[in-house]
């Protein structure tokens, strides 16, 4: 990790208050419903959907519902509230990919938000012939595990320290290391939880970041990052393109390394 990640600091105190923004951007949700639609079908691959910290599937059902709805055959976690890697996660977690994919016939694509971001990416490292493509939606792997306002509530409900869950030496190594399949790291900078510098990914040949305005509880929901999410699963299995930010999309979409 580099010293500038280490160095990060939690968002503001008021960035943090302005999370009540969340409602609003559910409501934004529902109401652009009929333009998400218009977005791309999907290709029926497999969709596992890993929620944050203290939440379970429930907190991720629009868009689960979302992407059914696009063509796409969509899991859940299964695993009830995400209280971090407490005994039987891990392995369920495992058995739950090799399960799907083994069902489908097909590899899946992992969308993980926030913690559930930290998921993905290393199932990906542990199963990159299962995994064709992984999306994190305002996930810290890239700082210091303190540079959130959320770093009290995982110690309390995990039972470890946070500084702990960075090293992951038994579930997929170092987290900031980039999974070997698709990578897409969405974010905000007005993220009210983590430091929006340690949820980019490394831009490379097959990883990229995509900035939205809007807060972090709102990240699963979010209609800028509906579309995105959708954008990048509709993409033909290794024909993998960034996100193309051009026209209309500009103005959604800002530029991620101004």
Not at 56 to 68: G, Y
Not at 97 to 116: A, C, P, Y
């Amino acid at each position: 990790m580099s010293m500038e990640a280490q160095t990060l600091r939690p968002p503001s105190r008021l960035l943090l208050l302005l999370e009540g923004r969340a409602l609003q951007e559910l409501g934004a949700f529902y109401a652009t419903l009929p333009l998400l639609n218009l977005t791309a079908t999907g290709d029926g691959h497999p969709v596992l959907v890993l929620p944050g910290l203290v939440t379970s599937d429930v907190s991720t059902k629009p868009l689960r519902s979302f992407l059914e709805g696009r063509g796409y055959a969509v899991s859940g976690w299964g695993l009830g509230r995400n209280y971090g890697l407490r005994e039987g996660v891990q392995d369920g977690m495992l058995d739950l990919v090799r399960k799907i994919t083994d069902e489908q016939g097909r590899k899946l694509s992992i969308v993980g938000w926030s913690l559930g971001g930290l998921y993905a990416r290393q199932l990906a490292k542990l199963l990159p012939d299962h995994v064709r493509s992984v999306i994190t939606l305002g996930s810290p792997f890239a700082a210091n595990p303190k540079a959130t306002n959320a770093w009290r509530v995982y110690e309390f409900v995990s039972g470890e320290r946070a500084d702990d869950a960075h090293t992951q030496s038994g579930f997929g190594g170092a987290l900031s290391e980039t999974p070997p399949v698709p990578t897409t790291a969405i974010f905000s900078r007005t993220d009210g939880v983590c430091a929006w510098q340690g949820c980019m990914e490394k831009p490379g040949s097959h990883s990229e970041n995509i900035e939205v305005y809007g807060s972090h509880c709102g990240l699963g929901h979010h209609p800028a990052v509906v579309y995105a999410v959708a954008d990048r699963l509709a993409q033909p299995e290794g024909a993998w393109q960034p996100f193309d930010r051009s026209g209309w999309r500009s103005l959604v979409f800002p530029n991620p390394n101004r």
